[in-house]
């Protein structure tokens, strides 16, 4: 019953903006961490940002000053602004939610973002 839903993604020219979503339910979310991550062509999956529930954040060093995680409690979702895109960019986005309380950890199923001219 737990569902993370992303949306928002899609292709875009290098330098443009996404702002992806992802729509939780199914679990207490102001309890989670929420967090991005992504995947691009045979690379490994990275922590792209995060955002604890108690509200710090953390992101990659490639995309710090260009990305923007937020959440909307009251909503049960979070959003990653993304600015400034490179080609490097390019990959499959996940969302996720964890709580290290419980040990649960839960997976969206990813939505593609290209960043190409």
């Known amino acids: 019953q737990v569902q993370l839903v992303e949306s928002g993604g899609g292709l875009v020219q290098p330098g443009g903006s996404l702002r992806l979503s992802c729509a939780a339910s199914?679990?207490?979310?102001?309890?989670?961490?929420m967090n991005w991550y992504r995947q691009g062509p045979g690379k490994e999956r990275e922590l792209v940002a995060g955002l604890a529930s108690a509200g710090g954040s953390n992101y990659a060093d490639s995309v710090k000053d260009r990305f923007t995680i937020s959440r909307d409690n009251a909503k049960n979702t979070v959003y990653l602004q993304m600015n400034s895109l490179k080609p490097d960019d390019t990959a499959v986005y996940y969302c996720?939610?964890?709580?290290?309380?419980?040990?649960?950890?839960?997976w969206g199923q990813g939505i593609q973002v290209t960043v190409s001219s």
């Open positions: 199914g679990f207490t979310f102001s309890r989670y961490a």
């Open positions: 996720n939610a964890r709580r290290s309380l419980t040990n649960a950890n839960y």
